[in-house]
C-alpha cells in the first residue's frame, strides 16, 4: 500500500495509472476503521482496478467542537487494516492541505433533505460534508466510489451530489455491517463501556422489530412500540425515530400496510455518544 499525504504526489501518481487505463475506485473515510469500512473496500477491489482509502476527519461536518475532538483516531491501526487487504492506495492529508484558503462550506442548496434528519439536530452538517466529498472527488477522478448505508441520508446526499456535478462516477451503496448481535458497526462504538454497548443493542432491535411487524400495525403504533424498547434502557436517549419515504425521506403515517417501501431511521444518545441506525423496510 502507497500512502499519500499532499494532493500534488497522489495526483501525479495517478495520472500515470489513469493513462494505462486503469479503472480506479474510491472509499472515503474518517479513520477509526472497522470492518464495515473494509467490506467497501473489499467491495472496491472486487470492481476496479486499483482502490483508493482517504481519511480525514473532516471539521466543516462537526458542528459540536467536543464531538470533533472526540472523534477517535487511530492512524497506525487503521494502516495496518487496510495493508492487511491489500488496499493499493492511502490519502492521508491534513486539514490545510484539504482548506487552503481556510475552513469554507458549500454554499449550493440541496434543497429539504438537508434540513430534516440530520441536517436539522446537525446545522451545517451536510454542507460540510458536501464540501470535503466534492473536493476529494475533483482531487482524486474516480471511476467508482462505495458508501455504507448506515449513514443513509448523507448516501441520498452524495447520490444527488454526483448526479449534479460529478456523472461520470458510479455510486455505490453497500449494507450496513453489524455484529452478530445486531448493533451496526460505527467509529464511535469504541468509546461505549462494556454496559453501554449492551444497552445500545436496543437500537437495532428496535428496527428489526418494526420490519418484522411491517404490515400488520399503524406506523404511530410501530414507532411508539419501538422507541419503549429503547427508552427502557436507562444510558439511552432518543434524539429522533422516523419512518420516511426512501427517496425524500418525508414522514409516512397511517397504516404501514399501504406502504411497500419505507426506511427506519433514528439517532440516540448512549450517554454522550451519538449513535444513528436505519432499516429499510
Not at 458508501?147 to 443513509?152: E, H, L, P, R, V
Not at 411508539?224 to 432518543?238: D, R, T
Request: charge should be positive.
Amino acid at each position: 500500500m502507497i500512502v499519500f499525504k499532499t494532493i500534488k504526489t497522489l495526483q501525479t501518481y495517478l495520472n500515470t495509472k489513469k493513462g494505462g487505463g486503469k479503472s480506479i475506485g474510491f472509499v472515503p473515510t474518517m479513520g477509526a476503521l472497522h470492518q464495515g469500512h473494509i467490506s467497501l473496500i473489499l467491495k472496491s477491489k472486487a470492481q476496479t482496478d486499483l482502490t483508493i482509502c482517504s481519511i480525514f476527519v473532516n471539521p466543516t461536518q462537526f458542528n459540536n467542537p467536543s464531538d470533533l475532538e472526540k472523534y477517535p483516531r487511530n492512524a497506525s491501526a487503521d494502516m495496518k487494516l487496510l495493508a492487511a487487504v491489500k488496499c493499493d492506495v492511502l490519502f492521508m492529508p491534513n486539514v490545510l492541505e484539504m482548506y487552503p484558503n481556510g475552513q469554507t462550506k458549500n454554499t449550493e442548496d440541496y434543497g429539504e433533505i438537508t434540513q430534516l434528519l440530520e441536517g436539522e439536530k446537525r446545522p451545517g452538517h451536510f454542507d460540510g460534508v458536501i464540501t470535503i466529498v466534492s473536493r476529494l472527488f475533483e482531487i482524486i477522478e474516480p471511476h467508482e466510489t462505495f458508501f455504507g448505508q448506515k449513514d443513509y441520508q448523507q448516501c441520498l446526499l452524495v447520490q444527488e451530489l454526483i448526479n449534479r456535478h460529478f456523472p461520470k462516477i458510479t455510486f455505490n451503496i453497500e449494507a450496513t455491517v453489524r455484529q452478530k448481535d445486531g448493533l451496526a458497526l460505527s467509529s464511535r462504538n469504541t468509546r461505549l463501556s462494556e454496559a453501554q454497548q449492551i444497552e445500545a443493542l436496543a437500537i437495532s432491535k428496535s428496527l428489526f422489530y418494526i420490519k418484522q411487524n411491517w404490515g400488520n400495525d399503524t406506523i404511530e403504533n410501530l414507532i411508539a412500540a419501538a422507541e419503549k424498547m429503547i427508552e427502557l434502557q436507562k444510558s439511552l436517549k432518543i434524539e429522533y425515530f422516523k419512518i420516511c419515504n426512501r427517496t425524500h425521506l418525508t414522514a409516512l403515517n397511517g397504516h404501514s400496510k399501504n406502504y411497500k417501501e419505507a426506511v427506519i431511521l433514528t439517532a440516540v444518545f448512549c450517554g454522550d455518544i451519538r449513535l444513528i441506525d436505519n432499516l429499510i423496510v
